[in-house]
Structures are given as C-alpha cells and as structure tokens.
C-alpha cells in the first residue's frame, strides 16, 4: 500500500503542476479531478476561445493493479519521464494511449 500512496501523491503532485499553467488563448476554466476511491486523476479544460467551445482532458491517469496507466497526455513533453524522475519505475507505467502492437516497442510497462 505504501507504494500505491506514493505513486498516488508523485501523481496528484505533477497534475497540480501542470494546472497552473493558464493556456495562451481563450478563456478557460482548469479543472483539477481527483477520485482517490478509485484512483483516477485527471486535468480538464472547459471554456471558450472566442465561438469555440473547449472542453476536453489535457491528462488523465488511473492506477489499475498497481501500474499507472496513463490514458491521455495532451501535454507537451509527455508526462511519462517526469513520473520515471519522480520515482515510479518505467515497467509499473503503461503508455495506454499507445496502441497495444506499439507499446512492446517502448521502454515502459505493456499492461
């Protein structure tokens, strides 16, 4: 369990990063959303950038038998080698948004 807590806080600490970053246009509402009871955390972003409608996840990561599986990373550099510098080893990070064919490729976790 102490491992999970530590993946959890190494996690909730890089998403609180990334959510001080206001994005350049528009006007945008950054949403921070933590379930802990279910390991899921997630960065959105809702509002408008003049007539267009902006709502969708920048990063969204769940932990799933003991990896963290990351599902979206809408971020720049890529979120994965901050939770490797952080602490959490590459084959306990699954590059979920990668197809499956792909991911055996990578230096991370296949599943």
């Known amino acids: 369990m102490e491992t999970l807590d530590r993946y959890r806080k190494i996690i909730r600490e ?3 990063t990334y ?3 206001q994005p350049a246009r528009g006007n945008v ?3 921070v959303i933590f379930d802990e009871a ?3 955390y997630e960065l959105m972003y809702a509002g408008w950038n003049g007539p267009y409608r902006i709502h969708g996840s920048v990063l969204h990561v769940d932990i799933r ?3 963290v ?3 979206h990373d809408g971020t720049k550099s890529g979120i994965a080698e901050e939770l490797v510098r952080a602490g959490i080893p590459r084959d306990r990070i699954v590059l979920l948004f990668k197809p499956a064919e792909i991911r055996p490729y990578t230096d991370f976790a296949v599943a």
């Open 65 to 67: 038998n003991g990896k």
């Open 29 to 31: 509402q950054i949403e």
């Open 14 to 16: 890089i998403i609180q």
């Open 38 to 40: 279910n390991d899921h």
């Open 69 to 71: 599986w990351i599902q």
């Open 19 to 21: 959510s001080q970053y």
